[in-house]
């Protein structure tokens, strides 16, 4: 069975837990996988650390804890510095390239992806679309889920209103990150 | 008959455990819910809150767990399907109120999202760690009936069957999640109301004079009237007779109390639901329930892999036991795993239904998280020898 573990970290306020709800979302619902998503849950609140775990595979999930992420997602230095230390072995990085620096807590063999997300949000018009703007970039990046169904769960998940700024978001990061992607293979 | 199709939110949905078990209640009829919210349960009511008002129907947050408890029998007794939701600590203050709708038979259903205990706990972090409050938390002699699902999709599929359940034994039915299927999100499926067989009231047909509250045929369940239809009736906490009045006598005592044991322990067969894999002829069978099934699920494999001769034995309903299939299993299998949240409650049943006549290995986890796999498969390992 084919199995991705996927962590998403970052800041309360930037969208982490939207960021893996759309992706377990694209992957179960229009993507025709399994898809667990579990939220760490505690007093988090805006601002302080806060992280998804996504686990996408084939056939149906029993243990959907992500221990040792496959792909590592982060948007804050904090979450990196948390998490970078656990990425599986032949793992990938996504990060936040204009907030953190990628250092030798990344086990070695570990390929890294930066985006500057949040500039790119910024550019876009609002900031508060960097999440988006990371999930087009994993989209693009890893190929895990098809385009159309990570944009139709974008679409159905974000406020109504907003669909066209989302979606503007999520096309940016994911030409950007297949661009980044062909330029290390 | 069929769903209401105003409760029925039909399609596909990626959403958490809590937000499916408010839509499986809805689902299933429940208009009435009254509650003191509590993590990890907020999300059921507060979804409640946020769709009954485009259903119809009525929620209430009341000044804690003892008035939310009652004011839903209230509701059931006005004729409403009836649910209150809470997490460990607000279910040790319902126990009493649990005593009071197993002997009026009330329909009602109590939603448990577990977390770890005792006392205040480990308010986001899950255990399974309620299953003997539920069975023994009232005084008194009583049979509840407790379901158990491992996942949102299960959220909503049980909760409509623990609704039919309370309907049909006019029992209070215990729906006993744990915060990880709470709040772990996952497709969920919503069919059409045409496909949602849901169970209505066991209404009387006589007239007021003729009809008597607790009057009973070989169903061992009687029929129900609601508030404001006509009839004048006596619902006690007491001991009372067929006409609900307060009988408080040995006798009286003996012919109800048999009764209300024997409505579902007559029909425990009928009730018992639980899921087996590979079973037959294995060596070892793990039983399990709930989140801690899944981790189960995933040993068992590794242990089939490794060649060991494993079965899978899944409570998704944990009372009434399904002790007559341990009995039947103890005499075939070298031993039983039990692994669960809490530090071994389940265990004593297969205990008790094994009778001696097979080992049954523990691996008691005192909550905060779930089993690792690796020690379920160790356990197996272990039993297999």
């Not at chain 2, 607000?90 to 329909?107: C, D, I, N, Q, R």
């Not at chain 2, 009809?211 to 070989?218: G, I, L, N, Q, S």
Request: charged share 20%; glycine share 10%; net charge negative.
């Amino acid at each position: 069975m084919h199995k991705s573990e996927i962590r998403v970290g970052g800041l309360g306020g930037q969208g982490v837990i939207l960021c893996g709800m759309i992706i377990g979302k694209a992957a179960s619902i229009f993507d025709g996988k399994h898809a667990t998503l579990i939220q760490a849950f505690g007093p988090e609140a805006r601002g302080s650390a806060c992280s998804a775990q996504v686990t996408v595979a084939d056939e149906a999930i029993g243990y959907p804890y992500v221990k040792n992420p496959d792909i590592l997602i982060v948007m804050s230095p904090d979450a990196y510095t948390q998490f970078a230390p656990q990425v599986a072995p032949g793992g990938m990085l996504l990060y936040e390239s204009d907030l953190i620096k990628v250092d030798d807590k990344l086990p070695k063999g570990v390929r890294a992806f930066g985006v500057p997300a949040t500039r790119f949000a910024e550019e876009l018009g609002r900031r508060l679309v960097l999440n988006i703007v990371m999930t087009g970039f994993f989209a693009g990046v890893t190929g895990l889920l098809s385009y159309e169904s990570v944009e139709q769960a974008v679409k159905s998940s974000v406020p109504k209103g907003t669909e066209d700024l989302n979606l503007r978001a999520f096309h940016k990061g994911y030409e950007y990150g297949r661009e980044q992607s062909a330029g290390k293979n | 008959m069929h769903a209401d199709p105003k409760g029925v939110l039909t399609g596909i949905h990626f959403i958490d455990g809590d937000h499916a078990a408010c839509e499986g209640a809805l689902a299933a009829g429940c208009r009435f819910v009254a509650g003191y919210p509590i993590t990890p349960s907020t999300e059921v009511v507060e979804r409640f809150a946020a769709r009954i008002p485009l259903v119809g129907g009525m929620f209430i947050q009341l000044e804690d767990e003892l008035a939310s408890s009652i004011a839903i029998q209230g509701a059931a007794w006005a004729g409403k399907k009836v649910m209150t939701v809470t997490s460990g600590p607000g279910l040790s203050l319902m126990m009493e109120h649990v005593g009071l709708a197993a002997f009026t038979e009330t329909p009602c259903v109590f939603v448990d999202v577990q977390r770890g205990g005792p006392s205040t706990g480990l308010p986001t972090l899950p255990a399974q760690a309620d299953m003997m409050q539920v069975k023994w938390g009232s005084h008194g002699d009583y049979e509840p009936i407790a379901l158990s699902p491992n996942s949102p999709q299960e959220c909503f599929d049980l909760m409509i069957k623990a609704f039919n359940l309370a309907e049909t034994y006019r029992v209070p039915v215990f729906f006993m999640m744990d915060e990880v299927v709470g709040h772990m999100t996952e497709r969920v499926v919503i069919p059409e109301a045409s496909e949602i067989e849901v169970v209505e009231r066991k209404w009387t047909k006589k007239k007021p004079g003729e009809y008597r509250p607790y009057e009973t045929d070989e169903s061992l369940v009687p029929e129900m009237v609601k508030a404001g239809d006509g009839y004048r009736i006596h619902i006690t906490g007491l001991t009372h007779d067929e006409r609900g009045y307060p009988a408080m006598t040995a006798p009286a005592q003996d012919k109800l109390v048999k009764r209300l044991v024997n409505k579902i322990r007559a029909n425990a067969d009928k009730i018992v639901d639980v899921r087996e894999d590979g079973v037959a002829g294995a060596d070892v069978v793990v039983v399990s329930f709930g989140i801690t099934s899944r981790v189960a699920g995933a040993a068992v494999e590794a242990a089939r892999a490794a060649g060991l001769k494993v079965g899978h034995l899944r409570l998704v309903i944990t009372w009434p036991f399904p002790a007559k299939r341990i009995r039947e299993l103890a005499a075939t299998v070298k031993a039983f795993v039990v692994p669960e949240l809490n530090m071994g409650q389940m265990a004593l049943e297969v205990e008790r239904a094994a009778a001696g006549k097979a080992p049954v290995l523990t691996l008691p986890h005192a909550g905060g998280t779930v089993h690792e796999p690796g020690a379920i498969l160790a356990k197996i390992k272990e039993a297999a020898q």
